[in-house]
């Protein structure tokens, strides 16, 4: 099993700052890398896939980068809507896909 | 517009049965795996499964093969995960979601929070 490593556990930015999130992965998984963002009581929303893929709707502020084992989820003005916890999935290892443990973005 | 739409909230004892669904609609069901992610209370994401409904083709995580049982009926749209005997420690929320682009998840059904408690 690719284990998923997030850091740090919780980032705590003010509003307007640049916020850079890590996930590395236990082996490589090319760029098959998904982060997602959930904010409590909802579901998890798919941000960037292919590791640098921003999804349909978001916005252009999310960016990330990296291949192999490290990579880098990097919002580059904080809103306020962004404060929620960041979760990182690889998907090279079929059928055995895996999540970080997540990064809980706060308000510093 | 691509929906998932999960089955509501359970409340159920230890050693009782369960199954839940996830319709989707606004796609080709049969096209598309649909994943199945446990959220226990207060922590992470966790892979369980996946389900190709074209053929009911199905993958378990080794966390959980053996635990669950995910299956599909194409003919309404709809994945199914269930348990045959829970425990305490199946309580937690459920998400399905679909499968795009080899392995990511694009769209999540709202979630089924499964309570076992005596």
């Known amino acids: 099993e690719i284990v998923m490593t997030q850091s740090p556990a919780t980032l705590s930015v003010s509003p307007g700052e640049r916020a850079t999130l890590s996930c590395r992965a236990s082996?490589?998984?090319?760029?098959?890398l998904a982060w997602y963002q959930q904010k409590p009581g909802q579901a998890p929303r798919l941000l960037i896939y292919?590791?640098?893929t921003r999804a349909t709707g978001i916005p252009a502020r999310f960016s990330g980068s990296g291949s192999g084992t490290e990579f880098t989820l990097t919002i580059s003005s904080l809103q306020s809507e962004d404060f929620a916890v960041y979760y990182c999935?690889?998907?090279?290892?079929?059928?055995?896909?895996?999540f970080g443990q997540g990064t809980k973005l706060e308000i510093k | 517009e691509v929906q998932l739409v999960q089955s509501g909230a359970e409340v159920k004892k230890p050693g009782e049965s369960l199954k839940i669904s996830c319709k989707g609609s606004?796609?080709?069901?049969?096209?598309?795996?649909i994943g199945w992610v446990r959220q226990m209370p207060g922590k992470g994401l966790e892979w369980m499964g996946i389900?190709?409904?074209?053929?009911?083709?199905?993958r378990y995580s080794p966390s959980f093969q053996g635990q669950v049982t995910i299956s599909a009926d194409k003919s309404i749209s709809t994945a199914y995960l269930q348990w045959s005997s829970l425990k305490a420690s199946d309580t937690a929320m459920y998400y399905c979601?679909?499968?795009?682009?080899?392995?990511?998840?694009?769209?999540w059904g709202q979630g089924t929070l499964v309570t076992v408690s005596s």
């Open positions: 979601a679909r499968l795009y682009s080899s392995g990511c998840l694009d769209y």
């Open positions: 389900i190709y409904p074209g053929d009911s083709d199905t």
């Open positions: 082996q490589s998984v090319s760029s098959n």
């Open positions: 999935q690889q998907y090279n290892n079929w059928p055995l896909y895996t």
């Open positions: 292919g590791a640098s």
């Open positions: 606004g796609y080709s069901f049969t096209s598309y795996w």
